[in-house]
T-cell receptor, first 114, second 111 residues
Framework: AQSVTQLDSHVSVSEGTPVLLRCNYS??????LFWYVQHPNKGLQLLLK????ATLVKGINGFEAEFKKSETSFHLTKPSAHMSDAAEYFC????WGQGGKLIFGQGTELSVKP | EAQVTQNPRYLITVTGKKLTVTCSQN?????MSWYRQDPGLGLRQIYY???????DKGDVPEGYKVSRKEKRNFPLILESPSPNQTSLYFC??????????FGPGTRLTVL
């Protein structure tokens, strides 16, 4: 069965320091992988997506993620956190051959301290 | 403007009173989905539809119904709501295997 595990429920960083949000997935075949962000009382916005092209994916607002098949990981990084990055982040997998189905991780809440 | 709309945005109701949450998209997307979001559980897919008259169960379909009679609309029906269906609900649409566009959410409280 496909699943997504976000390894940290909460991450706190200082402004200007790097961000790392960890995600591991389980999928029988090559899935599509996404990171979404949800700011407080807002809907979800796509940060970036991996669909079997380049393994290093660049997204909006300086975020990027690297697909590592051997480690079944898709960690999200940003070199320098900004106060506006404080939000909840979701790692999402769309299993191969099931384009309408999305499986969400439990979410990681990112706090950014001044 | 490309968007997914949901109505109502907020709803308080009582156990057993049938309700419908509407969802509409203007992007001509084939795929549409409904999710519920609960603290600590992320978003869980309730139902999804890959085209008109084609729907399938997600991970938590019990207590919900959907229909897809038109491409742009995908209403969520709770025939007999119960308190455990109190949640934040999101509708989403996408082209096949592409990013999903989410609506603004519907906060439902069942007393």
């Amino acid at each position: 069965a496909q699943s997504v595990t976000q390894l940290d429920s909460h991450v706190s960083v200082s402004e200007g320091t790097p961000v790392l949000l960890r995600c591991n997935y389980s999928s029988s075949y090559s899935p599509s992988l996404f990171w979404y962000v949800q700011h407080p009382n807002k809907g979800l916005q796509l940060l970036l997506k991996y669909t079997s092209a380049a393994t290093l994916v660049k997204g909006i607002n300086g975020f990027e993620a690297e697909f590592k098949k051997s480690e079944t990981s898709f960690h999200l990084t940003k070199p320098s956190a900004h106060m506006s990055d404080a939000a909840e982040y979701f790692c999402v997998v769309s299993p191969w051959g099931q384009g309408g189905k999305l499986i969400f991780g439990q979410g990681t809440e990112l706090s950014v301290k001044p | 403007e490309a968007q997914v709309t949901q109505n109502p945005r907020y709803l308080i109701t009582v156990t057993g009173k049938k309700l419908t949450v509407t969802c509409s998209q203007n992007m001509n997307h084939e795929y549409m989905s409904w999710y519920r979001q609960d603290p600590g559980l992320g978003l869980r897919q309730i139902y999804y539809s890959m085209n008109v008259e084609v729907t399938d169960k997600g991970d938590v379909p019990e207590g919900y119904k959907v229909s897809r009679k038109e491409k742009r609309n995908f209403p969520l029906i709770l025939e007999s709501p119960s308190p455990n269906q109190t949640s934040l609900y999101f509708c989403a649409s996408s082209a096949p295997y592409n990013e999903q566009f989410f609506g603004p959410g519907t906060r439902l409280t069942v007393l």
